[in-house]
């Protein structure tokens, strides 16, 4: 089945910098990829994500790469702000069994 | 809109001992999931429904936990008898279709069931 690995497993950031955060999968056949953003005491919550066709997708300060060949994708996230702190995970989903599998997450602080 | 409910939201039993969780997923939303999330990792799903109908339970340790979505709607999640090991957050989601290979078919997440088994 599918394997998704994500690095690095903690990420500190000065405010207004810029974070990004990577991630590998096993499945030459998974073609969707979300990534979560989860707060302190909350669920998940869907950000942003990409499927196979298209190499790249922007949403205000966040946008996702993907590299079908590499296997790998990543989320940058450019003029970080307090309210991005939180633990992020990517995700990957194949057609062959149609489940979405999680990273082990990204910790980010923005340091003030 | 009303988001994923779930209750209760924190819960210490002992080991043995058995626990139940209650999730109300988005209204109109036909699929619903629990996913199992152990600190410093990421959600693992324990079952999936469409409807009333079990699509996917290949993940849930069905010697003690089990789920049931008898109406279509809400959905219970016990474990009995619970193991240290069980300790994790339980999350619901939910989401209209049953397939991620439909664009805009986004998981919905509750805020989740915190277990701690001692």
């Known amino acids: 089945g599918e394997n998704v690995e994500q690095h690095p497993s903690t990420l500190s950031v000065q405010e207004g910098d810029s974070a990004v955060i990577k991630c590998t999968y096993s499945?030459?056949?998974?073609?969707?990829f979300p990534w979560y953003k989860q707060e302190l005491g909350k669920g998940p919550q869907l950000i942003i994500d990409?499927?196979?066709?298209?190499g790249e997708k922007k949403d205000q300060r966040i946008a996702v790469t993907l590299n079908k060949t590499a296997k790998h994708f990543s989320l940058h996230i450019t003029e970080t702000q307090p309210e991005d702190s939180a633990v992020y995970f990517c995700?990957?989903?194949?057609?062959?069994?149609?489940?979405?599998?999680f990273g082990k997450g990204t910790r980010l602080h923005i340091l003030p | 809109e009303a988001g994923v409910a779930q209750s209760p939201r924190y819960k210490i039993i002992e080991k043995r001992q058995s626990v139940a969780f209650w999730c109300n997923p988005i209204?109109?939303?036909?699929?619903l999931y629990w996913y199992q999330q152990i600190l410093g990792q990421g959600p693992k799903l324990l079952i999936q429904?469409?409807?009333?109908?079990?699509?996917?339970d290949s993940q849930l340790p069905k010697d003690r936990f089990s789920a049931e979505r008898l109406k279509g709607v809400d959905s219970t999640l016990k474990i009995q008898p619970a193991k240290l090991e069980d300790s994790a957050v339980y999350l619901c989601?939910?989401?209209?279709?049953?397939?991620?290979?439909?664009?805009?078919?986004?998981?919905?997440f509750g805020e989740g069931s915190w277990l701690t088994v001692v």
């Open positions: 429904f469409q409807n009333n109908g079990v699509v996917d």
């Open positions: 995700a990957a989903s194949s057609p062959r069994d149609d489940k979405i599998i």
């Open positions: 989601a939910s989401s209209i279709l049953y397939s991620q290979k439909i664009s805009g078919n986004t998981i919905y």
């Open positions: 499945d030459s056949a998974s073609n969707y």
């Open positions: 990409i499927r196979s066709n298209v």
């Open positions: 209204s109109g939303h036909a699929t």
